[in-house]
């Protein structure tokens, strides 16, 4: 299985809008509406942004949000804030009954 | 409140063995799947192993299937990993979360714990 795609790097400055797209194929992002999005810190753990393609944990930001086209996810974070520096991950629940993260995007915040 | 703890990491030899464990509280683990996510110095997450709640259904990577065993203990509230014939590649914080499900599809990981490092080295 191999890892969806994400650009390495997105950078926007503060309160500007920036979109992460997440692609990979018909058996994974493609085929379901199981994506889900991870920003990580360095040094901490991962934490849940969006789920299930465009639905928010209680708790996570509504400047978060997700789509989906075809093979492809997004995640936008709208109104940019220097606390939203991080490295950002996709995944998906494949057609083989596993789950397979995204390449990772490191976000800089100008 | 929900927390997962791992332990069980350290440095050791390629081609052996290391037994990692989750202790998790603050929810009923018996219902739960569970997932093992690790990372590599400076690299992406990588998705490694699942268990279903009875231990019914159990998913590996193609990286560490026939090497690594998943299996969880309802009664102890604990997840385990056992690594076996381990490489340099396998190096890396290993992650223990808990698995939500949509429509009966295991849709995300909400809780994840804090990390345990492996390191493969001679």
């Known amino acids: 299985q191999s890892a969806l795609t994400q650009p390495a790097s997105v950078s926007g400055s503060p309160g500007q809008s920036i979109t992460i797209s997440c692609t990979g194929t018909?058996?994974?992002?493609?085929?379901?509406?199981?994506v889900s999005w991870y920003q990580q810190h360095p040094g901490k753990a991962p934490k849940l942004m969006i789920y299930?393609?465009?639905n928010r944990p209680s708790g996570v930001s509504n400047r978060f949000s997700g789509s989906k086209s075809g093979n492809t996810a997004s995640l936008t974070i709208s109104g940019l804030q220097a606390e939203d520096e991080a490295d950002y991950y996709c995944?998906?629940?494949?057609?083989?009954?596993?789950?397979?993260f995204g390449t990772g995007t490191k976000v800089t915040v100008l | 409140e929900v927390q997962v703890v791992e332990s069980g990491g350290g440095l050791v030899k390629p081609g052996g063995s290391l037994r990692l464990s989750c202790a998790a509280s603050g929810f009923t683990f018996s219902s739960y799947t569970m997932n093992w996510v690790r990372q590599a110095p400076g690299k992406g997450l990588e998705w490694v192993s699942s268990i279903s709640s009875s231990s019914s259904y159990i998913y590996y990577a193609d990286s560490v299937k026939g090497r690594f065993t998943i299996s969880r203990d309802n009664a102890k509230n604990s997840l385990y990993l056992q690594m076996n014939s381990l490489r340099a590649e396998d190096t890396a914080v290993y992650y223990c979360?808990?698995?939500?499900?949509?429509?009966?599809?295991?849709?995300?990981?909400?809780?994840w714990g804090q990390g345990t490092l492996v390191t493969v080295s001679s």
């Open positions: 995944s998906s629940y494949t057609s083989s009954n596993t789950r397979v």
């Open positions: 299930d393609v465009n």
């Open positions: 018909s058996s994974d992002v493609g085929g379901y509406n199981y």
């Open positions: 979360a808990r698995v939500l499900y949509s429509s009966g599809y295991p849709s995300r990981n909400d809780y």
